[in-house]
């Protein structure tokens, strides 16, 4: 083999072996780029997880302070009344706060006396609450309410009377809407679009609308 092919296969091989350090450069920093930008995604959605789970948590001890108020005034003809469930209202998410009692008696907050329009204890959200027992609260999945035309969800918990035994469901509707504009600032550097799903699958919030 010649000097000039000897020259001419050495250039081939460091061309060939700049394209590969190159590759493998360019290889390891979209590598690094890519775990980069998952870390800063990850941590702005892990910092939205928390804050919704402290709203959640919030909108529970709303529900368990009303369910505590009811079993107070146990008896009481004042827990009857719809202006008294005004007391545990200090939310301007809350739509409605509604009492449910086993006798079927069922006042809501914003249509006072509704006992002769619908049965609570035939319904999903009561039996269960009944099932969880008192001191904790149940959630139903997100859905429209026709009334206002908006995604809310509904937080209920059983509540018992002084004997200890159970007296019936307190619930209270919230809405969606703080969540839905939440979700509309999620964006990485001020670009892509969020969504918030329930456990079924539904979204319930998107940076769309």
Not at 69 to 80: E, K, N
Not at 133 to 155: D, E, Q, W
């Amino acid at each position: 083999m010649s000097i000039r092919q000897k020259l001419l296969l050495m250039g081939v091989l460091m061309a060939v072996l700049v394209v590969a350090v190159c590759g493998i450069g360019y290889y390891k920093a979209q590598t690094a780029l890519t775990a980069s930008i998952a870390g800063e995604v990850d941590a702005a959605l892990n910092t939205e997880a928390q804050t919704i789970d402290g709203w959640m948590q919030v909108k529970s001890q709303e529900i368990l302070s009303a369910a505590d108020l009811l079993s107070t005034y146990d008896g009481d003809p004042i827990t009857r009344d719809p202006a008294f469930m005004s007391v545990a209202i200090n939310d301007k998410e809350v739509i409605d706060f509604t009492n449910a009692m086993e006798d079927g008696t069922f006042i809501s907050f914003q249509t006072g006396d509704i006992t002769d329009k619908i049965d609570p204890r035939t319904r999903g959200w009561y039996k269960d609450a009944k099932a969880a027992g008192s001191g904790k609260a149940v959630f139903t999945s997100a859905y429209t309410n026709t009334n206002i035309n908006r995604l809310v969800i509904s937080g209920v918990a059983a509540y018992n009377g002084k004997d200890g035994n159970f007296r019936g469901v307190v619930g209270s509707d919230v809405s969606l809407d703080t969540l839905a504009d939440r979700v509309k600032q999620l964006k990485y550097h001020g670009v892509g679009e969020g969504i918030i799903v329930d456990t079924n699958g539904l979204i319930i919030a998107s940076s769309e609308g």
